[in-house]
């Protein structure tokens, strides 16, 4: 029986690209020098996209795919897929949520706790020896401040949950109340930040998002509130977001996410008030590993005719 052909437009780890080759005829999309050409010679063939949150899939790579069924997305963030290629031709798309959850939640504490307890400054005052010339300055607790989420979906619960047990009040902004939260809602981001010492950023990105939280938001988080983010870059208005940091508008960041990844914008690493992450919110062995699992029941799914894992509607 004749494999079906899957382009993919990025690696995945080493286990999943063997296991896909196994039961697929791969495209390694991002490695062919000229694309138009692999395109013109395999694009009526090519079934399925596998690729991943940080790549996407545009329209004019959709359009060349006219025998196109499914995208299967490594990540829960799909907002770089062109809805508007996939829509009318009811292109099924897929991702891997749940399985990347905890991990999320986990780095957004790490950065709140890195950037509030001065962790990147205390290790190199360590490692160069400066400890010796004098203590690293008092830094701010976590326990019992004030937390403020953006976005109360599976991510923003999780974080939820972890602030709980620093004993930190809790306050959320979202499309609608969640009356079964035991949270407090506010209905506009400025109440939220006035209302946080620590506001979390964890919304999808998208047109919806885009440029969500503005220099007002930062207004007021104010001089002694901290913005972390682990949604998208996209979210926020980043010249806002850097002229808060230089000008002590707010008293720190700590940022997984960025504009114009993996270009960051140079501003942010003269900054001694932010923490910086490479979009590896997801990054753990375990999570990367369910992740591709996920990927690939969910492509074995369609392939056989069964109902999808986690089809994204």
Known sequence: MTKPTILMTGAYPDGDMEALAADYDIIRFWEEADKDAVLAKHGTS????????DLGADKALIDRLPQLEIIGCFGVGTDGIARSATRPRRIKITNTPDVLTEDVADLAFALMLAVARKVVKGDHMTRSGSWAKGNLELTTRVNGKRLGIIGLGRIGKAIARRGASFNMPISYFGR???RDMPYRYCGALTELAANSDFLVAIVPGGEATANLIKADVFKALGPDGYFINVARGSVVDEPALL???????????????????????PRFSQMENVVLHPHHGSGTVETRRAMGRLVRDNLAAHFAGRPLLTEVQ
Do not use: H, S
């Open 243 to 265: 002229n808060a940091l230089e000008n002590n508008i707010i008293k720190g960041a700590g940022l997984d996410v960025f504009a114009n990844e993996p270009n960051i914008d």
């Open 176 to 178: 609608q109340e969640q």
């Open 46 to 53: 090519i079934r399925a996209i596998a690729t991943r949150g």
